[in-house]
């Protein structure tokens, strides 16, 4: 059938509460299959054998729920099986939940929703722990791959029984420089040539490439395929941003086309300010390059205006995107240049 790998990991998920607080809001957002911008707490990486993966908790529906999340090799996979391990907060013994021995590896609704190979393993009832367990949750689980033999694995050690603790963070890296493919995609941004969505932010209307911000932002692919199921492939619209101010989704488009800010970005009126809404942008898009250059750019500078730690679950908001015209019959227009 498949060779078969095995690997036992902890998990350890701290400041319960403040997880489960965000049960309300992803409700909401999955309602309206908005799975991108649902928050989480996620755990790792883990590898087993060659297959590197995560775990991410989502509050929902008054539950934990953990998902398995495939972050490298996923076409290796065919079948997966677990059982999980967790304390009883009242009197510390180990106790095993209901697994499953063998299932197809077929992503669940969050993971379809957001095109990533994820499944769904253990739900935990969310005020069960916060009341008995000190905000703290600590399990085990016990992981089963089968992969497709048909395929070659390079073959890697395994480390299994790995805990992580989600406060530790790896060191940020710049991302890619801008190409000559970039240039000629931001000369089709700013002309306007085969745009096929507008967007209008503060009063100004930005054409854009449906195909481009999908391939480069997963919000702006999950946002386009709920659009997509609600009027049609090629309906047009006219989409209003919320929460983002007109200059920072000019930058924010520019990043998108180049992966690079503009040479004068430094040069605007009150720099760090830019950086903090162009964060938020990015944050809220999940353009994780651009967000990485303003945390540099932010916590490198010790400033008193600008706290260094950013709260961002303020900024997890069910509606980002909003028709304003359905069937409009817009003419292409080229963005308008960048106002410092």
């Known amino acids: 059938m498949g060779t078969s790998i095995e690997g036992v990991f902890t998990v350890e998920v701290k400041k319960l509460s403040e997880l489960a607080s965000q049960d309300e809001a992803n409700t909401a957002l999955s309602k309206v299959g908005s799975f991108e911008r649902m928050y989480y707490a996620k755990y790792g990486p883990f590898t087993l054998g060659n297959i590197k993966f995560e775990i991410r908790l989502y509050p929902l529906g008054g539950l934990l729920q953990s998902h398995l999340c495939l972050l490298s090799n996923a076409e290796f996979v065919k079948k997966f099986g677990y059982i999980t391990l967790y ?11 209901k697994g499953i021995d063998e299932k197809d ?8 929703g957001m095109g990533v190979p994820m499944v769904k393993f253990q739900d935990f009832r969310a005020e069960y722990w916060k009341e008995h367990s000190k905000d703290c949750l600590v399990f085990k689980l016990i992981l089963g791959l089968i992969l497709d033999d048909s395929k070659k694995v390079p073959s890697k050690p395994n480390k299994p029984e790995q805990a992580v603790h989600p406060d530790v963070k790896p060191p940020m890296e710049e991302p890619h420089r801008p190409t000559v493919c970039s240039s000629d995609l931001i000369t089709t941004l700013l002309s306007g040539d085969f745009a096929d969505i507008h967007f209008v932010v503060d009063g100004q209307t930005f054409a854009a490439h449906k ?30 941003i919320q929460h983002v101010d007109a200059l920072s989704f000019k930058y924010l488009l ?11 970005f430094d040069e605007l009126a009150d720099p760090l300010e830019r950086y903090h809404r162009l964060f ?3 944050h ?36 980002l995107l909003k028709i304003v015209q359905k069937d409009c019959d817009m003419k292409p227009e080229a963005s308008p240049q960048l106002q410092k």
Not at 87 to 97: F, G, L, V
Not at 105 to 112: H, L, R, S, T, Y
């Open 284 to 319: 809220l898009f999940k353009i994780e390059g651009l967000k990485l250059i303003c945390e540099k750019k932010l916590t490198g500078a010790v400033t008193k205006c600008i706290p260094l730690t950013l709260d961002l679950i303020n900024f997890q908001l069910p509606e």
């Open 87 to 97: 304390i009883c907060p009242r009197n510390n013994n180990w106790y095993n939940s």
């Open 254 to 264: 520019h990043f998108i086309y180049t992966d690079s800010l503009t040479t004068d």
């Open 211 to 240: 195909a481009v911000l999908a391939v480069r932002s997963s919000v702006f692919r999950s946002e386009f395929l709920a659009l997509q199921r609600e009027l049609g492939q090629n309906s047009p619209v006219l989409i209003s």
């Open 105 to 112: 590896f077929k992503p669940d609704a969050i993971g379809e």
């Open 280 to 282: 938020i942008a990015a």
